[in-house]
């Protein structure tokens, strides 16, 4: 079944360490996005990408990175420079067209030690 | 980015019709209106979309008002498994999208 995986379901880190968030789509959508959900409240905005080799900054993009370098992957490394990295991750993906809805992961647990 | 309005929460009895409100009012003439939901600990799951006319689904309806400033999603018998957070999102080709905090739904059995 095409789908999109997010992995691992937790992860740990220790503060100084960057750490990286997996996102594998199957559906052959060209956009790709990575929001950030903290307890009780929305999905902010990260960063998303239209496009391979092409990406934009969302909302709250400071002390994150991300890469587009295959159509099914869009990775997201947490840096030490993210202050408050604890939140739970979710990555989407979409087809083209104004009609097509967001298809999301099962989400990335990450907390720090 | 179209800004909405939802109710922070709202209760329902089993087996019993919920009308889920909307108000967006800055949504722009190509945005479709497309609903979520997101159960604990998952990631948002679509439930329905639309542009101009009511649509429904196995899942559930959408109803659109004529000037397109708000709408409403319908779930015509409630369930312990429709208690979730239902989100509802103008948008429209590769624009970002913003989610707000959206409406708890708790299901009485």
């Known amino acids: 079944d095409g789908g999109i995986t997010q992995s691992p379901k937790y992860l740990f880190r220790k503060e100084g360490q960057n750490v990286t968030l997996s996102c594998e789509q199957n559906l052959n959508h060209d956009a790709m996005y990575w929001y950030r959900q903290d307890p009780g409240q929305g999905l902010r905005l990260i960063y998303y990408?239209?496009?391979?080799?092409?990406?934009q900054k969302g909302d709250i993009a400071e002390g994150y990175s991300v890469s587009r370098e295959k159509k099914e992957s869009f990775p997201l490394t947490v840096t030490s420079a993210q202050k408050n990295p604890t939140a739970f991750y979710l990555c989407?993906?979409?087809?083209?067209?104004?009609?097509?809805?967001?298809?999301f992961g099962d989400g990335t647990r990450l907390s720090i030690l | 980015d179209a800004k909405t309005t939802q109710p922070n929460s709202m209760e329902s009895n089993e087996e019993e019709p919920v009308h889920l409100p909307c108000n967006h009012s800055?949504?722009?003439?190509?945005?479709?209106i497309h609903w979520y939901r997101q159960l604990p600990s998952q990631g948002p799951e679509y439930v329905i979309h639309?542009?101009?006319s009511n649509v429904n689904n196995r899942m559930a309806s959408l109803a659109i008002a004529e000037d397109r400033k708000s709408s409403t999603l319908i779930l015509h018998r409630a369930t312990l498994r429709d208690a979730a957070v239902y989100y509802c999102i103008p948008e429209g080709g590769y624009q970002k999208v913003t989610f707000g905090t959206g409406t708890k739904l708790q299901v009485i059995p």
């Open positions: 990408s239209q496009i391979v080799n092409d990406f």
């Open positions: 800055t949504i722009s003439g190509t945005d479709y």
């Open positions: 639309g542009l101009t």
């Open positions: 989407a993906s979409r087809q083209p067209g104004y009609n097509q809805p967001q298809h």
